[in-house]
């Protein structure tokens, strides 16, 4: 069972920029997919950034495309890098793993990721 932990989340005002951090329990981990969804009040959960295994690929959601940078450590880390914040981000940005396959598609869709951590709140004001 892969655990997962976020941080980095607060309060920003608009144009700022905050740096949310994923631990995952598992070691093996830098074979896994990663992915980043968000969610607001009253909105479904959508996906902002995934990560191929070992980093090879990455790919973006429209919304958040030359803002947000997603990475990974060789260690048990992702990263989600978000810059020129708007009052629209404002959500609680969650952590998704799925083990395999070793591929460098991206998966886009939270039912394609069984592994999920409890949510870091990023709050940005106008």
């Known amino acids: 069972q892969v655990q997962l932990v976020e941080s980095g989340g607060g309060l920003v005002q608009a144009g700022g920029s905050l740096r949310l951090s994923c631990s995952a329990s598992e070691r093996t981990f830098s074979g896994y997919h990663m992915g980043w969804f968000r969610q607001a009040p009253g909105k479904e959960r959508e996906f902002v950034a995934a990560i191929s295994p070992y980093g090879r690929h990455t790919y973006n959601a429209a919304s958040v495309k030359r803002r947000f940078d997603i990475s990974r450590d060789y260690n048990n880390k992702v990263f989600l890098e978000m810059r020129s914040l708007r009052p629209e981000d404002t959500a609680v940005y969650y952590c998704?793993?799925?083990?395999?396959?070793?591929?460098?598609?991206?998966?886009?869709?939270?039912?394609?990721?069984?592994?999920w951590g409890q949510g870091t709140q990023v709050s940005v004001s106008s």
């Open positions: 998704a793993a799925r083990g395999g396959p070793d591929n460098d598609d991206s998966y886009t869709t939270a039912g394609e990721y069984p592994y």
